[in-house]
């Protein structure tokens, strides 16, 4: 296993749309391992492959608190086949992609999503509270959806100008 660099805002990459994964075999379980770890070491609780550069729709997530064991979730082609629109969830959402910026962001409150697992398995399964949030947010990337995509253009354009800015000083310092 490994911890790969996460792509963050103003990315390009970021925007693209992940294809489908043709089968879940153990290159695919070592990209998982990897950005598990990678999640871990970030810290956060949901990461997209694209976040780690890889195209692919593949979403890890781990939803344990602090001092629980670890529940490692794997998600390979999700795809949400039934949301609740009648009740909406407001949380503040955070992105490893988009550092040290949070938000509210408004989704519906229940969703079921239909996937392959770490053994390559469908499954299907019902989600709510913070799991349906936060698969929602990582489903997004697939699509090259940020969460900030959802707020106002002047947030936006504001949290993306900071970030520019940061990785410009970043780079003057690396020179």
């Known amino acids: 296993m490994a911890i790969r660099p996460i792509v963050t805002a103003p990315d390009r990459r970021l925007k693209q749309v992940s294809t489908p ?3 879940v075999d153990d290159e695919l379980r070592a990209l998982m391992d990897d950005m598990l770890e990678t999640m871990y070491d970030a810290p956060g609780i949901g990461l997209a492959a ?13 939803l344990a608190r602090e001092g629980e064991e670890p529940e490692p979730r794997y ?12 009740e909406t969830r407001v949380y503040e959402e955070g992105c490893l992609s988009v550092p040290e910026f949070y938000d509210e962001v408004e989704r519906p409150a229940k969703c079921r999503v239909r996937f392959l697992d770490y053994q390559g398995e469908i499954r299907e399964l019902e989600c709510d ?6 698969l929602q947010h990582e489903m997004d990337h ?3 959806v940020l969460f900030i995509d959802h707020l106002s253009k002047l947030k936006r354009d504001r ?11 970043k780079e003057k310092e690396l020179a």
């Not at 998600?75 to 009648?86: A, H, K, L, Q």
């Not at 509270?129 to 936060?134: D, F, N, Y």
């Open 21 to 23: 994964v043709e089968k």
């Open 75 to 86: 998600f390979v082609n999700p795809e949400i086949i039934w949301t609740d629109d009648s």
């Open 129 to 134: 509270e913070m799991l349906a949030t936060c």
């Open 142 to 144: 697939l699509e090259g």
């Open 50 to 62: 694209i976040q780690v550069g890889v195209p692919k729709r593949v979403i890890v997530m781990d």
């Open 159 to 169: 949290v993306l100008k900071k970030l520019l800015k940061e990785r410009r000083l």
